[in-house]
């Protein structure tokens, strides 16, 4: 079942008004979206219960498979896509943020013999996290996968640079920046009378309608496979940032680089991607975990 109203077809009504119709939510299109309460079963026993909206999960609801894996949280065009919780038979768990059904952005994942805290990026490790041992340990620093290649300590009687005076000109070196405002961006114009060869394929790259077929999302949801367009990646990021996607280097204090290595680099801007996530995500673990 799918309601959707634009603008034009919702009545005028005052602002104190408007807040008193039914549970909807409003996409990047300024289009509003009706959700529906439903029930989705699959002959392999998955169940899905919560709101729809355009054909689609969307909203919250609650996903569970026959192996007794479940998701309870946020969900948009049929993908865990925001907040939520992931539990496995086990008793173990990941709370924390979702994008486009992996794990990315802050979360915290509970098992038996450990937790870790900390960001994610392709359901992996990626960046600053804490893990707690049984005993009460911990190893805190920057994670790549199970590995952490960072440990945020400081070693005594360690040397730096400024111990080497033949290196003197690295401390002089401007820092590079990093800004995500340019990323997944063609910068190609249509100028069919100064690249006739190439003019056809920029089209295919350049226009979100003709990358995938009309409602692709109603057929498909597989991700990993079909081409992301930029209108899609947009609405995706509209979501877990709340519309507000912060400002990089452009509009703030300069985010300088510290470690030029590419996989450095690749950390430092998922961090800086996810700041001001990590109060979200907390919040929603310990209402989760019972602690507030």
């Not at 519309?243 to 430092?268: A, H, R, S, Y």
Request: hydrophobic content about 30%; charged content about 25%; proline content about 6%.
């Amino acid at each position: 079942m799918k309601i959707l109203f634009t603008k034009r077809d919702i009545p005028e009504a005052p602002e104190e008004e408007e807040s008193e119709g039914p549970s909807g939510e409003q996409d990047l299109k300024e289009a509003y979206i009706q959700l529906v309460q439903g029930v989705q079963e699959w002959q392999d026993g998955c169940v899905y219960r919560g709101d729809f909206g355009l054909d689609t999960k969307l909203g919250h609801g609650e996903f569970s498979w026959p192996t007794g894996e479940s998701y309870r949280g946020q969900f948009y065009r049929d993908h865990r896509h925001g907040l939520g919780t992931y539990l496995w038979p086990d008793g173990s768990s990941f709370t924390g943020m979702f994008y486009l059904s992996y794990r990315e952005g802050y979360g915290t994942m509970y098992q038996k013999a450990r937790l870790f805290q900390g960001l994610y990026k392709a359901d992996q490790r990626f960046g600053p996290g804490i893990e707690t041992h049984p005993d009460g340990s911990q190893d805190v620093g920057l994670w790549f996968r199970e590995h952490l290649i960072k440990l945020c300590t400081e070693v005594p009687d360690g040397f730096s640079i400024h111990d080497y005076p033949e290196y003197s000109g690295f401390l002089t070196h401007s820092p590079a920046r990093i800004s995500l405002s340019g990323e997944e961006k063609m910068e190609w114009d249509l100028h069919k009378e100064q690249d006739p060869f190439f003019y056809d394929y920029k089209r295919f790259l350049l226009d979100d309608d003709l990358t995938l077929p009309p409602e692709m999302y109603i057929y498909s949801t597989d991700s990993s496979h079909l081409p992301m367009t930029c209108s899609f990646r947009k609405e995706l990021d509209a979501r877990i940032f709340l519309n507000d996607i912060p400002p990089f280097v452009e509009d703030g204090e300069p985010w300088f680089i510290k470690n030029e290595t590419p996989l450095m680099v690749k950390i430092q801007k998922q961090t800086y991607k996810f700041r001001f996530t990590v109060t979200t995500t907390l919040s929603t673990f310990c209402s989760t975990m019972g602690l507030t």
